[in-house]
């Protein structure tokens, strides 16, 4: 996923790659979630949509599927937005993912998605982070995903977490990471893992929302724009389904 399996030789062989759809730099990611959260917490306050998005038919305000996608890893990266003091270098800043991702492979897992902060940022953050993987599991099962995939989402990103804690332990990782950034291409940063597997977890429940489900009442009042299903599966992120 990171190219973290090819040798130095081998990556820099290779020809640059653009990010994954929606993942900007990390500075400018953050100042987007920094905006639309709020701003989609104040339309759910208001009752100008439903809430939460997995809940959502075709027929209701932003219930296209790239709204529902975006909006429910919106739900669950809003943890990580209020943690407090805002220290968001520890997400982003290369010579900081250790310190990082040390805490969080520490901290223990909870199945809370309310939740009290410590105070200390890496913790805060770890706990934040695992209260937006509960938030997809409790949206999961709120779409219909099927067992199996709502199954170890925990366990499966502290998997993650883990390559990439090998990955920036070995030699010269924070000037790699520099030369993949300069590339465009997707370094193991703990904000890149965050929001890539919020968007693949995402995916899942808008799928099961959509066209599982919810498919029989959603037909019944808009039939399904043609081509709708193969564009949705070959997308990486909601940005790519735009126009639809």
């Not at 998605?113 to 997809?136: C, E, H, R």
């Not at 997707?186 to 965050?194: G, V």
Request: hydrophobic letters at 40%; proline letters at 6%; aromatic letters at 8%.
């Amino acid at each position: 996923m990171f190219d973290w399996l090819h040798s130095k030789k081998q990556l820099f062989k290779k020809p640059a790659k653009k990010p994954p759809g929606g993942l900007s730099e990390p500075d400018v990611l953050l100042e987007d979630l920094d905006k639309r959260i709020p701003q989609y917490q104040s339309d759910v306050d208001q009752g100008k949509l439903i809430y939460p998005a997995c809940k959502r038919t075709l027929s209701d305000a932003d219930g296209d599927v790239g709204s529902v996608w975006d909006h429910t890893r919106l739900e669950a990266m809003r943890y990580v937005m209020a943690v407090p003091g805002r220290d968001f270098g520890l997400l982003s800043a290369p010579a900081r993912q250790i310190e990082m991702i040390d805490a969080y492979l520490f901290q223990r897992p909870h199945e809370d998605t309310v939740i009290d902060f410590t105070g200390t940022a890496t913790a805060d953050f770890s706990i934040a982070i695992l209260a937006g993987l509960n938030w997809m599991t409790h949206c999961a099962q709120l779409a219909g995903v099927h067992r199996t995939q709502q199954s170890g989402t925990i366990r499966n990103f502290r998997k993650l977490v883990t390559l990439a804690q090998q990955w920036w332990l070995t030699e010269g990782a924070v000037e790699r990471c520099g030369r993949m950034q300069a590339r465009g291409e997707q370094p193991p940063l703990m904000l890149y893992l965050i929001w890539s597997e919020y968007t693949r977890l995402a995916k899942q429940i808008t799928a099961a929302a959509i066209f599982g489900s919810s498919i029989d009442r959603s037909a019944k009042l808009v039939a399904l724009p043609a081509g709708l299903i193969p564009r949705f599966e070959a997308a990486k992120d909601p940005g790519d389904l735009s126009g639809t």
